[in-house]
């Protein structure tokens, strides 16, 4: 090899990752990539972190504690009961923000990351997508509670959703189980 | 309700261990069918239910083509009077190529007809020329001369003679959650359930109908059946007369979401039985079962209450929750404010008696 094909060796490389086109795995990665990406943006202006991130408190004040990132209420802080409300109020939330007591009872945001048991590691895009649209739990179950937003949500597009899963499906697992809903005081079942 | 809101459910079906690349891949096939039902090439469901081909044309008599069924195992619906129809282009058939998963042709029509007093609703399903189907629901005037679309988010209706006074009709995601979740989006029109060898213990028996699995073969209504289903009327093999209606029960009211075949609820519990219902399949249902927990605590039963406890009704959760109409609690969730006592007393008897050691000894036996 020559002192100049040696030179320029690097960039011919570099040029030709632009001049030849993409193999269908690296065209499909790419994909996949954006997709993910399109996915993280999607929840983090859809305000996911306000409630399925337990909340901390930080220098500034309160904050999403990232280090537990959408896994939903902490099984290790117990609620046993409604709050109780006088006045005006009508709902209440944890320090935590996963934790609403209102009318509904209380109920627990979920934890969203791919954790196999206690998350949605078994859930399948269909179950994701049938969720969000009818508002119930594992797509035709219970009634989702207060305060999660069905009525804006179920207006994603098909393709929003199927993103927003691939980027749920992509962040790291956290074993987490969150209780279930309480009934409200004058409703126990 | 409207056509084709959505074709993602079906398309982005993948297994629960999907490598990230295959959930991608799952994806863009779904685009794929959600480009096609936003094009807009399918026509609008009928305003009235007159015009799906349902009656003779000028009257509510129901048009000689379309045939009546009836399933051995009926879905409960707080004890609402039904009566049902299928409609077959002339010269197609059903393929049975995949027994437990029946292909339907192109143009099939069934309704369903829900009735107290009177007529209330009557629910349609379709399968277009592009193989997906459409669902639709038309609610009956207080004459009972016509039924119109029901609005796509349902509605709740005041009805004197339903009961709490109050009717919902599903809403067309509703729809599709329960019926894409089988392994066939027509529920209640399977192998098992047209069978001429019915179970005298089902709860809310209805009188068979003429179309049953026999007929079907017989008229050509229905191709590449498996000898063994054609040459013998499937039957749940079961221990006992009791337990083989249990579990029938089961498989009519929560196998659409509770099975290992179609696109399940992600809580490991298989409920739907296979075509034939044999020895294997009885035990594939019973092993989900047997020592199966529930992530679900709510029951009340404390967390280590097991789904079924041989011998002990009052500790086992399946119960508990059919027993519940607490929206957060109860099962079936959908469709349903009423217990159907009659189920409710046929699984506390299947699950009395019952001893852990028979449930083992059975599995074990046939594996």
Same mark, same amino acid.
């Given at each position: 090899?020559?002192?100049?094909?040696?030179?320029? +060796?690097?960039?011919?490389?570099? *040029?030709?990752?632009?001049?030849?086109?993409?193999?269908?795995?690296?065209?499909?990665?790419?994909?996949?990539?954006?997709?993910?990406?399109?996915?993280?943006?999607?929840?983090?202006?859809?305000?996911?972190?306000?409630?399925?991130?337990?909340?901390?408190?930080?220098?500034?004040?309160?904050?999403?504690?990232?280090?537990?990132?959408?896994?939903?209420?902490?099984?290790?802080?117990?609620?046993?009961?409604?709050?109780?409300?006088?006045?005006? +109020?009508?709902?209440?939330?944890?320090?935590?923000?996963?934790?609403?007591?209102?009318? +509904?009872?209380?109920?627990?945001?979920?934890? *969203?990351?791919?954790?196999?048991?206690?998350? *949605?590691?078994?859930?399948?895009?269909?179950?994701?997508?049938?969720?969000?649209?009818?508002?119930?739990? *594992?797509?035709?179950?219970?009634?989702?509670?207060?305060?999660?937003?069905?009525?804006?949500?179920?207006?994603?597009?098909?393709?929003?959703?199927?993103?927003?899963?691939?980027?749920?499906?992509?962040?790291?697992?956290?074993?987490?189980?969150?209780?279930?809903?309480?009934?409200?005081?004058?409703?126990?079942? | 309700?409207?056509?084709?809101?959505?074709?993602?459910?079906?398309?982005?079906?993948?297994?629960?261990?999907?490598?990230?690349?295959?959930?991608?891949?799952?994806?863009?096939?779904?685009?794929?069918?959600?480009?096609?039902?936003?094009?807009?090439?399918?026509?609008?469901?009928?305003?009235?239910?007159?015009?799906?081909?349902?009656?003779?044309?000028?009257?509510?008599?129901?048009?000689?083509?379309?045939?009546?069924?009836?399933?051995?195992?009926?879905?409960?619906?707080?004890?609402?009077? /039904?009566?049902?129809?299928?409609?077959?282009?002339?010269?197609?058939?059903?393929?049975?190529?995949?027994?437990?998963?029946?292909?339907?042709?192109?143009?099939?029509?069934?309704? /369903?007809?829900?009735?107290?007093?009177?007529?209330?609703?009557?629910?349609?399903?379709?399968?277009?020329?592009?193989?997906?189907?459409?669902?639709?629901? &038309?609610?009956?005037? #207080?004459?009972?001369?016509?039924?119109?679309?029901?609005?796509?988010?349902?509605?709740?209706?005041?009805?004197?003679?339903?009961?709490?006074?109050?009717?919902?009709?599903?809403?067309?995601? #509703?729809?599709?959650?329960?019926?894409?979740?089988?392994?066939?989006?027509?529920?209640?029109?399977?192998?098992?359930?047209?069978?001429?060898?019915?179970?005298?213990?089902?709860?809310?028996?209805?009188?068979?109908?003429?179309?049953?699995?026999?007929?079907?073969?017989?008229?050509?209504?229905?191709?590449?059946? =498996?000898?063994?289903?054609?040459?013998?009327? =499937?039957?749940?093999?079961?221990?006992?007369?009791?337990?083989?209606?249990?579990?029938? &029960?089961?498989?009519?009211?929560?196998?659409?979401?509770?099975?290992?075949?179609?696109?399940?609820?992600?809580?490991?519990?298989?409920?739907?039985?296979?075509?034939?219902?044999?020895?294997?399949?009885?035990?594939?249902?019973?092993?989900?079962?047997?020592?199966?927990?529930?992530?679900?605590?709510?029951?009340?039963?404390?967390?280590?209450?097991?789904?079924?406890?041989?011998?002990?009704?009052?500790?086992?959760?399946?119960?508990?929750?059919?027993?519940?109409?607490?929206?957060?609690?109860?099962?079936? =969730?959908?469709?349903?404010?009423?217990?159907?006592?009659?189920?409710?007393?046929?699984?506390?008897?299947?699950?009395?008696?019952?001893?852990?050691?028979?449930?083992?000894?059975?599995?074990?036996?046939?594996?």
């Amino acid at each position: 090899m020559n002192t100049v094909t040696k030179t320029y +060796w690097p960039a011919l490389a570099l *040029l030709s990752c632009f001049a030849l086109p993409a193999s269908p795995a690296l065209a499909g990665d790419d994909a996949a990539a954006k997709t993910v990406a399109r996915g993280k943006y999607l929840v983090t202006i859809a305000a996911c972190n306000d409630c399925h991130t337990p909340w901390k408190e930080g220098p500034k004040g309160p904050e999403p504690d990232m280090s537990r990132m959408l896994s939903g209420h902490p099984e290790s802080m117990k609620v046993s009961a409604p709050a109780t409300l006088t006045g005006a +109020w009508i709902a209440a939330s944890s320090p935590t923000n996963t934790a609403w007591s209102g009318p +509904w009872g209380v109920s627990f945001t979920a934890n *969203l990351t791919p954790d196999a048991e206690t998350g *949605l590691g078994k859930w399948t895009p269909q179950t994701f997508a049938q969720t969000i649209r009818t508002g119930r739990h *594992l797509g035709r179950g219970r009634p989702l509670l207060p305060p999660m937003p069905i009525p804006m949500y179920k207006n994603f597009t098909d393709e929003d959703l199927a993103a927003i899963f691939a980027y749920l499906q992509s962040i790291p697992a956290v074993k987490n189980q969150v209780p279930d809903p309480l009934p409200p005081v004058a409703n126990g079942g | 309700m409207r056509a084709h809101r959505s074709c993602l459910p079906r398309m982005l079906t993948v297994i629960p261990s999907a490598s990230h690349a295959t959930v991608i891949a799952a994806t863009a096939l779904a685009l794929g069918a959600w480009a096609r039902a936003a094009s807009g090439d399918v026509a609008p469901l009928p305003e009235h239910l007159r015009d799906t081909g349902l009656f003779t044309p000028g009257t509510t008599e129901i048009d000689p083509r379309n045939l009546a069924f009836a399933p051995q195992y009926p879905l409960w619906s707080d004890g609402a009077h /039904k009566r049902r129809w299928i409609y077959l282009p002339p010269g197609t058939a059903i393929d049975s190529t995949r027994p437990d998963a029946w292909d339907f042709p192109v143009g099939t029509r069934l309704w /369903k007809e829900f009735a107290h007093t009177g007529r209330v609703e009557t629910r349609y399903i379709e399968r277009m020329s592009d193989d997906s189907w459409r669902f639709g629901a &038309y609610v009956w005037n #207080d004459a009972g001369t016509d039924a119109t679309l029901a609005p796509a988010d349902g509605v709740t209706l005041e009805r004197n003679d339903a009961p709490r006074g109050r009717y919902d009709i599903p809403a067309e995601t #509703d729809c599709r959650a329960c019926h894409e979740g089988a392994a066939s989006p027509v529920l209640g029109f399977s192998a098992l359930q047209l069978s001429s060898d019915r179970d005298p213990l089902a709860p809310h028996a209805e009188a068979q109908a003429t179309l049953d699995l026999r007929a079907l073969i017989e008229r050509h209504l229905i191709k590449n059946v =498996p000898a063994s289903l054609a040459s013998s009327a =499937p039957r749940i093999t079961a221990r006992t007369p009791v337990e083989r209606a249990a579990l029938g &029960y089961l498989h009519g009211n929560c196998g659409h979401c509770h099975n290992d075949n179609g696109a399940p609820v992600p809580v490991d519990l298989a409920l739907a039985h296979t075509a034939g219902s044999d020895a294997a399949s009885a035990d594939r249902v019973l092993h989900s079962m047997i020592d199966a927990r529930s992530r679900f605590r709510g029951h009340g039963l404390g967390s280590d209450a097991p789904l079924i406890a041989p011998g002990e009704p009052n500790r086992s959760v399946l119960l508990a929750r059919m027993r519940s109409r607490n929206p957060q609690i109860q099962m079936p =969730p959908l469709g349903t404010q009423l217990i159907d006592t009659e189920a409710v007393a046929l699984i506390e008897r299947w699950i009395d008696e019952q001893s852990t050691t028979s449930l083992h000894t059975s599995w074990e036996s046939n594996r």
